[in-house]
């Protein structure tokens, strides 16, 4: 798999050199310079969460010290953001606007949609016949529904009881280490 480059701002650039110096390496990375994605995100792993100007912002603004302490939205994809927008608007069109916060949706209705939608997608089919809209943000809406819907006390929680998934993965993850 080809790794896509970054072209990194001086913020990055001190971020990952500092990695590389952790790690041994001799390779200074300069403002401006392209670095694999790969190098970028294990050096956004250990040295990414940002505290202070003095841990790498290059400014004495005193909002850039307590704004690198709240959770970072800048991280989410912006293909994603499209994509979830356009099947939420999809939806919109369909049954309204909101319409999870003025019902109680139940959360296996959208288990069950959000299979489906991964299914298809897994097996070949990018976008829903019906919709137009990809599967894979289809099934993004499934999941933001179900969290807002259970962050505002409107999801009926009809999942069956409680069984062994998680830890059978956890067995299964250990065996095969």
């Given at each position: 798999?080809?790794?896509?480059?970054?072209?990194?701002?001086?913020?990055?650039?001190?971020?990952?050199?500092?990695?590389?110096?952790?790690?041994?390496?001799?390779?200074?990375?300069?403002?401006g310079e392209?670095v694999?994605?790969?190098?970028?995100?294990?050096?956004?792993?250990?040295?990414?969460?940002?505290?202070?100007?003095?841990?790498?912002?290059?400014?004495?603004?005193?909002?850039?010290?307590?704004?690198?302490q709240?959770?970072?939205?800048?991280?989410?994809?912006e293909?994603?953001?499209?994509?979830?927008?356009?099947?939420?608007?999809?939806?919109?069109?369909?049954?309204?606007?909101?319409?999870?916060?003025?019902?109680?949706?139940?959360?296996?209705?959208?288990?069950?949609?959000?299979?489906?939608?991964?299914?298809?997608?897994?097996?070949?089919?990018d976008?829903?016949?019906?919709?137009?809209?990809?599967?894979?943000?289809?099934?993004?809406?499934?999941?933001?529904?179900?969290?807002?819907?259970?962050?505002i006390g409107?999801?009926?929680?009809?999942?069956?009881?409680?069984?062994?998934?998680?830890?059978?993965?956890?067995?299964?993850?250990?065996?095969?280490?």
């Amino acid at each position: 798999m080809n790794d896509e480059c970054l072209v990194v701002g001086p913020f990055h650039a001190s971020m990952i050199n500092k990695y590389l110096l952790a790690t041994g390496s001799e390779r200074v990375v300069e403002e401006g310079e392209a670095v694999p994605y790969s190098l970028w995100a294990q050096a956004y792993r250990r040295y990414g969460e940002v505290q202070s100007k003095e841990e790498g912002y290059p400014d004495n603004n005193p909002k850039t010290t307590v704004g690198a302490q709240k959770l970072d939205l800048s991280l989410v994809p912006e293909s994603a953001i499209i994509g979830l927008a356009d099947a939420m608007q999809n939806g919109a069109a369909k049954y309204g606007p909101f319409n999870w916060r003025e019902y109680t949706i139940s959360s296996m209705v959208y288990i069950a949609a959000l299979k489906r939608h991964v299914a298809a997608w897994v097996d070949g089919e990018d976008y829903a016949e019906d919709s137009g809209v990809h599967h894979l943000d289809h099934a993004m809406a499934c999941l933001a529904l179900l969290r807002d819907a259970e962050s505002i006390g409107k999801l009926n929680d009809n999942r069956p009881p409680k069984g062994a998934a998680a830890e059978l993965l956890q067995q299964y993850s250990k065996r095969r280490q």
